[in-house]
């Protein structure tokens, strides 16, 4: 039997209180990774209420098409960042909500041969767009010392940066590092454990944020959230870790300081005790939602 891969959304019902303000309304899910959201998004919409999914990921939107199953979505294998232009090629001059659900899915990090996890082994790719030419074994094998240090500095905030830069060089000079046992190995030589955490969970995360450039697009969406979201609109982003939610948290706040956006929820929404009890990967998210006035 093949596997049924699954992704529990997470803050479903407060992002529909807060995002789903039109019932007949056109939506964005910017990530529509296995569809959740977006089905708990439509089981509360109007017969005439239209989402346009995106995801880089087609295997996840092949996915979402199947689950989802419903002529009001409308999914495109694209970044989120072209998400105002898509809407204007569909006729649409703007949407009444948008939803950013950061990061990677559980059927990403779940399947070894993404290469996401530290605790499978499998090739070292972590590219959300796997028709990207970029991937996490092209960054361990071909950039310079100086480039991985920076990316395990900024992206991992990971103060062993430099010992775990150097001795990937030194690990690749016997040959090409390819699988993420490989990787994790290397990280383990270098850097103890520090409680819960792997060594290389940080390096990890590094990767995968510079393999799809990830806090680029976050900060580019954000520039252009006039393009995507009407007047009266509001846009949802959930985070998942600290540099995400310091770039969506500031950048809100200059938004509603310029007098065009302003915050909906002053003080971040995160989840109950008994959604993370019952879903432990939602324990890091954060909600921050902005409405255009
Ligand atoms: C956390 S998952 C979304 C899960 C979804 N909300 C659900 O309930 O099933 C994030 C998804 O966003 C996709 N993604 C990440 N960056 C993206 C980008 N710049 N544009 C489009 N999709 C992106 C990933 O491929 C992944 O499938």
Redesign the pocket.
């Known amino acids: 039997m093949s596997q049924v891969w699954t992704?529990i959304?997470i803050l479903a019902p407060e992002i529909a209180a807060l995002l789903l303000t039109n019932p007949v309304g056109v939506y964005v899910d910017?990530?529509?990774?296995?569809?959740?959201?977006t089905k708990f998004f439509l089981d509360r919409l109007a017969p005439q209420a239209r989402i346009f999914g995106?995801?880089?990921?087609e295997e996840?939107l092949a996915m979402a098409k199947e689950r989802v199953a419903d002529a009001r979505l409308t999914a495109v294998h694209a970044?989120?960042?072209q998400a105002g232009e898509i809407l204007r090629q569909n006729g649409f001059d703007g949407a009444d909500g948008a939803l950013f659900?950061l990061?990677?899915?559980s059927y990403?990090l779940d399947n070894p041969a993404r290469g996401f996890s530290l605790l499978r082994d499998g090739p070292l790719d972590m590219r959300?767009d796997l028709s990207a030419s970029l991937t996490a074994e092209s960054i361990v094998n071909e950039w310079g010392l100086a480039d991985l240090e920076r990316i395990i500095t900024q992206y991992g905030e990971d103060r062993n940066a430099h010992a775990i830069a150097m001795g990937i060089m030194a690990a690749r000079r016997q040959g090409p590092i390819k699988t993420t046992f490989a990787l994790k190995n290397i990280v383990e030589q270098i850097v103890r454990g520090r409680g819960k955490i792997h060594p290389a969970t940080q390096t990890f995360q590094a990767l995968r944020i510079a393999v799809?450039d990830?806090l680029g697009?976050v900060e580019r969406v954000i520039n252009s959230l006039q393009s995507i979201i009407k007047p009266g609109g509001r846009a949802a982003v959930l985070t998942f870790h600290s540099l995400e939610d310091r770039l969506v948290k500031l950048r809100f706040k200059e938004m509603a300081a310029g007098g065009a956006w302003k915050l909906v929820n002053k003080h971040v929404i995160a989840p109950s005790y008994q959604e993370v009890r019952a879903n432990s990967r939602s324990r890091s998210a954060k909600l921050r939602v902005i409405e255009r006035l």
Do not use: M, R
């Open positions: 992704h959304p910017g990530t529509l990774g296995l569809g959740g959201h995106f995801d880089k990921d996840a970044s989120y960042t659900d990061g990677l899915s990403q959300f799809n990830e697009s």
